[in-house]
């Protein structure tokens, strides 16, 4: 995969200090990392950190460039859900911004309260092996076998882990044995391998990479984005709307 890798920031306290609140520090208090403006082709995201002065209906950001604040309102976007986050004093933004009026953002996006352990529960299904005694042979209810299946059937934690600098790792990714004498009776749903995430005007763009474990490896000749849509994202809740419909997780 090739993504364009532009702007590099190094963002000091004292010039984000100086330059959002005058002689208010920021929540990081000294700390800020260096943030890297990571666009792919066709995005026209603004990307900034946030700044003193955030409200319910403005958003002031310090762009990526260094250059002053830019004040954004942000009515319309709350009013259509469109405000995901709560935006804080250097919090990393992604602001889509209306076409037709530069100071009005038609999305935003709090890019530090996205990333964190994202998770859901799915439960394991029974194996489908083939039939032992020929193919009407039907199995003998067993009070054993049924308590034993009993106990495997437990939910498992899936999800993924969306870090800083635009890299991802997934949760819940297991490799089973091949072989019938020690494999599990059930199986669980794979995990895609996400291994970076961006944004795409608005949009969450999740890319599967290669999961080494052990001496076993999961390749794919080209890297698949799954390109998905922001439904709710609060403190403890996500919800994002994939192809096949909308995935709700919580935060671990």
């Not at 990081?28 to 946030?50: C, H, M, Q, W």
């Not at 998770?119 to 308590?147: C, F, I, L, N, W």
Request: net charge positive; proline share 6%.
């Amino acid at each position: 995969m090739s993504i364009r890798r532009m702007l590099p920031v190094a963002l000091a306290i004292a010039l984000f200090v100086t330059a959002c609140s005058g002689d208010k520090k920021g929540k990081n208090d000294g700390n800020i990392e260096t943030v890297k403006d990571v666009r792919l082709p066709g995005d026209s995201t603004f990307y900034g950190l946030a700044c003193d002065g955030c409200t319910d209906s403005v958003l002031v950001v310090l762009p990526s460039d260094d250059s002053d604040p830019v004040t954004f309102s942000i009515i319309e976007a709350m009013r259509y859900r469109k405000v995901f986050g709560k935006p804080k004093i250097g919090d990393m933004m992604a602001v889509v911004v209306n076409k037709d009026n530069k100071r009005k953002a038609d999305l935003v996006i709090d890019l530090e309260e996205l990333k964190g352990t994202w998770v859901y529960q799915v439960m394991p299904t029974v194996r489908k092996h083939a039939p032992m005694g020929g193919a009407h042979a039907m199995p003998k209810a067993d009070p054993e076998v049924d308590s034993m299946m009993q106990s495997l059937m437990v939910p498992r934690e899936q999800g993924f882990k969306i870090k800083k600098q635009f890299t991802m790792e997934p949760v819940g990714l297991h490799f089973e044995k091949t072989d019938l004498s020690g494999e599990s009776p059930v199986e669980y749903p794979q995990v895609k391998f996400y291994k970076e995430w961006n944004i795409l005007n608005g949009r969450l763009v999740l890319t599967e990479g290669t999961v080494e474990f052990g001496n076993k490896k999961r390749r794919k000749a080209r890297p698949q984005r799954d390109t998905v849509d922001i439904v709710l994202m609060m403190k403890d809740s996500l919800q994002l709307r994939f192809k096949d419909g909308i995935k709700a997780y919580y935060r671990k």
